[in-house]
């Protein structure tokens, strides 16, 4: 476990609930938040899914390899795992049966990479790496990046597993999925890095949400919606309903936040209200945000409980729950 001296935890907020949508959700009191500092190299990142990732991120900061080969290496973890229901191979499909993938990366020079709407590639992490560091662009989709990453040497493979076929199949014929926050707890694997350099990289991954219209694009692959890196403040990454982030660029404000001097946590906690104040009916919403600051420090903040994230350094592995608005 990590050192109890390591970390600092503060109660940070103060405001007093309030509702989120008329009627629909009851107003509570807000939870404190918890600000960790660790020093030295430290990955983070979103979910239970998160320690396995961690681990992989980890063997490569931990002999002082750098943050963005170390986020690279963690979340294909997660993007190879068949029993991942919302992540890579096993991910579950689109309403028609289509398993597709968004991701992004960021390394600390600011250089961004992203693949959306990617199908028949298992690392789309990697895809999104090449198009940073070996292209003029920053974003390719659907066929395009397909192509492209046939192109690198990337092989094709069919991702919608007999599990996650199964789970399409029953919701085909019953037709009784409803999104529910938290029902699977996982989602998005986002991972944020600093290495012994104190450099920062980031990286997101996932198949999105389930039985989504053929086509749709979440936030993950969006820079400064899924994630935003910037080696002089800190690092973002989101988590939850796409929609919610890409409306409001939420990684983007939570780096902003922490440039004027916000910790992590309240930094998370100004991105979530945003959502709150700005979008109507988020009545079966989950949003949740993770950030890792340049001084060491990281937390988070949900809509609703459930969140959780990994971290892991020198000294141990840790699951924290996230700060969040309101319990139901
Ligand atoms: N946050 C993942 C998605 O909405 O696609």
Redesign the pocket.
């Known amino acids: 476990m990590l050192n109890r001296r390591n970390f600092i935890v503060r109660s940070v907020l103060t405001g007093l609930g309030f509702s989120l949508a008329p009627g629909s959700l009851r107003a509570f009191s807000l939870n404190p938040g918890l600000t960790v500092r660790t020093n030295g190299p430290v990955v983070v990142s979103t979910w239970r899914h998160g320690l396995q990732a961690n681990e992989a991120a980890w063997e490569i900061l931990g002999q002082d390899g750098n943050a963005l080969d170390a986020v690279e290496a963690g979340v294909r973890v997660c993007e190879a795992d068949p029993e991942n229901l919302s992540v890579g191979y096993g991910g579950l499909p689109d309403r028609d049966g289509h398993v597709t993938l968004?991701a992004c990366i960021m390394d600390e020079k600011g250089n961004a990479g992203s693949v959306c709407f990617l199908e028949n590639i298992r690392h789309p992490v990697s895809v999104a790496r090449l198009i940073m560091e070996n292209t003029p662009h920053v974003m390719l989709a659907g066929g395009g990046a397909l192509q492209f990453a046939v192109s690198n040497g990337f092989t094709e493979e069919n991702l919608l597993t007999d599990k996650a076929r199964k789970i399409w199949e029953a919701w085909r014929s019953e037709e009784k999925y409803k999104p529910v926050p938290n029902i699977e707890n996982h989602?998005?694997i986002g991972m944020l890095a600093l290495d012994a350099n104190g450099n920062l990289s980031g990286a997101c991954t996932?198949s999105?949400?389930a039985f989504?219209m053929h086509g749709r694009?979440?936030?993950?692959p969006i820079i400064g919606a899924?994630l935003f890196v910037d080696n002089e403040v800190g690092a973002a990454v989101?988590?939850?309903?796409?929609?919610l982030?890409m409306k409001t660029l939420g990684s983007f404000l939570v780096v902003e936040m922490m440039r004027g001097g916000m910790d992590p946590v309240d930094a998370c906690q100004v991105a979530v209200k945003r959502i709150v104040d700005k979008v109507k009916d988020l009545e079966n919403a989950q949003v949740g945000y993770l950030a890792l600051d340049k001084q060491g420090r990281m937390g988070s903040f949900s809509l609703r409980k459930g969140f959780d994230y990994a971290i892991q350094n020198a000294q141990g592995k840790r699951l924290i729950d996230s700060a969040h608005y309101v319990s139901g």
């Open positions: 968004d989602d998005t996932t999105g949400m989504k694009v979440g936030d993950s899924g989101a988590t939850g309903q796409g929609e982030m």
